[in-house]
């Protein structure tokens, strides 16, 4: 049998759904476990831990608003990620962690071998989180680290917590896309996170959405984009006090710049890492977007070929 996915939205769940998912996890015939919203007793969700603790072929959990509710959750939660494998991505967006909720969650997320892709936005952050989270993206030859990370709308993050983000990133030879949107950043922040840019080998996607920037911001990242060859193909400006202007040019500097190494080398193979971020979920990888398809609150089995990538949710 091939892996499968099991997606569940903001319903309440039964005895017997629980014990239908933890015999899916047990069979590594799971490849996408998402119980989003999902309400749940503790010792149901502590059920659901020891059996995705020992899956090989769950790759992505998405565990958004509020499903890991509580410091003994994350205990759990912290548990079976030191003997999980397989997980690739992981989306907590939406939970109550804290900076200590964190703390307690770190040390099984900075040792996980396979951890690329981390949603942590809304999660009630500050600096300390960040310290933690700065671990996770180790400078270039140190180890592997994550791809993708989501810090969306985690208003108690500093500059100074932002400050030290933009320079993990600058010498993180591993992260692809970083979404900061929703964070109250203005131009001072997005100086520094044009240097990060610049600096960085890797970064292909920046999502500044409703960050507080201005066209000083703005006009930063154009010269930026305009003078130093990047990685950078995608920069979300939107809801944010610049100028359409503005906006587009450095849109055109970046579509430029993709179509140029399109003809010198050809369009590279690039591994499509998702996204759980809330309250929609963007697939990304480009310049285009994919919007989100209407909810289900029912369980959905989809097969997956061995070679297929993850599987986005796009879900409200």
């Avoid at 999980?84 to 040390?107: E, K, M, V, W, Y």
């Avoid at 909810?295 to 986005?312: H, I, K």
Wanted: glycine share 8%; net charge negative.
């Amino acid at each position: 049998m091939l892996p499968s996915s099991i997606q569940i939205s903001g319903e309440p769940l039964s005895g017997a759904e629980v014990r239908d998912i933890c015999r899916g996890l047990r069979d590594n015939a799971v490849r996408l476990l998402s119980l989003r919203g999902c309400r749940l007793c503790d010792r149901d969700f502590g059920r659901i831990c020891r059996a995705l603790a020992g899956a090989t072929s769950l790759a992505q959990l998405n565990l958004n608003l509020g499903v890991v509710s509580s410091p003994s959750r994350i205990k759990q939660l912290a548990e079976a990620l030191r003997t999980n494998r397989s997980i690739q991505s992981l989306f907590l967006h939406g939970s109550p962690l804290t900076d200590a909720g964190l703390a307690l969650l770190n040390p099984a997320l900075a040792l996980h071998p396979a951890l690329v892709a981390l949603d942590l936005g809304d999660c009630m952050l500050g600096d300390e989180a960040i310290n933690l989270i700065c671990g996770l993206l180790p400078p270039d030859g140190a180890k592997s680290g994550l791809k993708e990370l989501t810090l969306s709308a985690n208003p108690g993050i500093t500059p100074k917590g932002w400050s030290r983000l933009a320079i993990a990133v600058a010498h993180s030879s591993q992260v692809r896309v970083l979404n900061l949107d929703y964070n109250p950043l203005g131009d001072h922040v997005a100086g520094m996170l044009a240097v990060a840019v610049a600096s960085s080998r890797t970064l292909e996607v920046l999502d500044l959405e409703g960050t507080g920037l201005t066209n000083q911001s703005a006009q930063t990242l154009l010269d930026m984009v305009e003078n130093y060859p990047t990685a950078l193909r995608s920069l979300v400006l939107a809801e944010n006090s610049i100028s359409p202007e503005l906006q587009q040019q450095i849109c055109d500097l970046l579509s430029e710049g993709e179509e140029e190494e399109e003809v010198a080398g050809g369009a590279g193979d690039t591994q499509e890492w998702e996204r759980g971020q809330e309250p929609a979920a963007h697939q990304r990888g480009s310049s285009s977007w994919m919007c989100p398809s209407d909810p289900s609150s029912q369980m959905v089995l989809m097969t997956s070929g061995l070679g297929d990538s993850l599987l986005a949710e796009t879900e409200m």
